[in-house]
């Protein structure tokens, strides 16, 4: 037996594909101010924690539930 060698195959050449150059645009959005005011902010910030405590207490009103936590 003859030990393997190494045969190296070199593919077909083939026609180099034309390169396009194409303007990419920048990754990043362009910076934008901030469209909610100090005061906006401040509301929905209330509107949210209402929204949460009006649901901790919808689900109180459920006998499964209260029975679980308390």
Do not use: F, I, Y
């Amino acid at each position: 037996m003859t030990p393997a060698s190494c045969v190296l195959v070199e593919p077909a050449p083939t026609a180099a594909a034309p390169v396009l150059a194409a303007v990419v645009p920048a990754l990043r959005p362009p910076v934008q101010g901030d469209e909610l005011g100090p005061a906006g902010r401040r509301w929905l910030t209330g509107g949210v924690v209402v929204a949460h405590l009006v649901s901790g207490w919808a689900l109180l009103q459920v006998d499964a539930v209260r029975q679980v936590v308390m």
